[in-house]
């Protein structure tokens, strides 16, 4: 059950996330690069057919992945004209692509021709319904703060790990603070240090 909470969670804010995207913008503001982060930027290989920026706040710039190259949300990006997709038949797509193994795929292909067939076992079927209902919580949901999400980090067991913390914003790391196993805020831990909340000497509580 807290498994399933977890996945959930994070497949909420993700969803939210692009909800969000294409209403308002960018979800996350990003520092300015100033010259002298730009000055740390490794050189790009003079061999690179297309230049585009890091992924996430970063200012350096790095070559485009090409068509067919594994790609996820923490990897480079896709090229011009290409769009990162979980490879057909993947049974978790989210976890796929925040571990990398999505694919560089044409981004005028339609659905139908990125997917793979329709599964017609029970086990399919099951999944199914378990992802309509999820897209119907998330459908009632309303739209997320965009100073105030978070992603939840959770452990191989579903459960949240000891310590949680806001995404970092440019170079300025996130707020963190101390969690039990199901993400209940511990006593004592606001949230009001940047990155360096010691969570781990608290056992099992």
Same mark, same amino acid.
Request: hydrophobic share 25%; proline share 7%.
């Given at each position: 059950?807290?498994?399933?909470? =977890?996945?959930?969670? @994070?497949?909420?804010?993700?969803?939210?996330?692009?909800?969000?995207?294409?209403?308002?913008?960018?979800?996350?503001?990003?520092?300015?690069?100033?010259?002298?982060?730009?000055?740390? =930027?490794?050189?790009?290989?003079? $061999?690179?057919?297309?230049?585009?920026?890091? &992924?996430? #706040?970063?200012?350096?710039?790095?070559?485009?992945?090409?068509?067919?190259?594994?790609?996820? @949300?923490?990897?480079? *990006?896709?090229?011009?004209?290409?769009?990162?997709?979980?490879?057909?038949?993947? /049974? *978790? &797509?989210?976890?796929?692509?925040?571990?990398?193994?999505?694919?560089?795929?044409?981004?005028?292909?339609?659905?139908?021709?990125?997917?793979?067939?329709?599964?017609?076992?029970?086990?399919?079927?099951?999944?199914?319904?378990?992802?309509?209902?999820?897209?119907?919580?998330?459908? *009632?949901?309303?739209?997320? $703060?965009?100073?105030?999400?978070?992603?939840?980090? #959770? $452990?191989?067991?579903?459960?949240?790990?000891?310590?949680? =913390?806001?995404?970092?914003?440019?170079?300025?790391?996130? /707020?963190?603070?101390?969690? $039990?196993?199901?993400?209940?805020?511990?006593?004592?831990?606001?949230?009001?240090?940047?990155?360096?909340?010691?969570?781990?000497?608290?056992?099992?509580?």
């Amino acid at each position: 059950m807290v498994a399933t909470l =977890c996945s959930l969670s @994070i497949t909420v804010i993700l969803a939210s996330i692009a909800r969000l995207s294409q209403s308002v913008g960018t979800v996350i503001r990003c520092e300015p690069c100033g010259a002298g982060a730009q000055m740390l =930027c490794k050189p790009v290989p003079k $061999d690179c057919a297309e230049r585009v920026r890091e &992924p996430g #706040c970063g200012c350096c710039l790095t070559c485009a992945l090409l068509r067919g190259q594994p790609c996820g @949300i923490y990897t480079g *990006k896709c090229g011009v004209g290409l769009t990162c997709q979980p490879q057909p038949g993947e /049974m *978790k &797509p989210l976890q796929a692509l925040l571990e990398g193994r999505g694919i560089c795929v044409n981004s005028t292909l339609k659905k139908s021709e990125r997917t793979s067939p329709l599964v017609t076992t029970q086990e399919g079927r099951e999944r199914g319904r378990e992802g309509e209902r999820e897209r119907q919580t998330i459908s *009632k949901l309303n739209i997320l $703060d965009p100073h105030g999400f978070r992603i939840p980090n #959770c $452990d191989k067991k579903g459960f949240y790990k000891k310590k949680q =913390c806001r995404p970092s914003k440019g170079r300025k790391r996130g /707020m963190c603070w101390c969690v $039990d196993k199901y993400g209940q805020p511990l006593p004592g831990f606001h949230g009001k240090e940047r990155g360096s909340a010691h969570c781990f000497a608290i056992e099992n509580q």
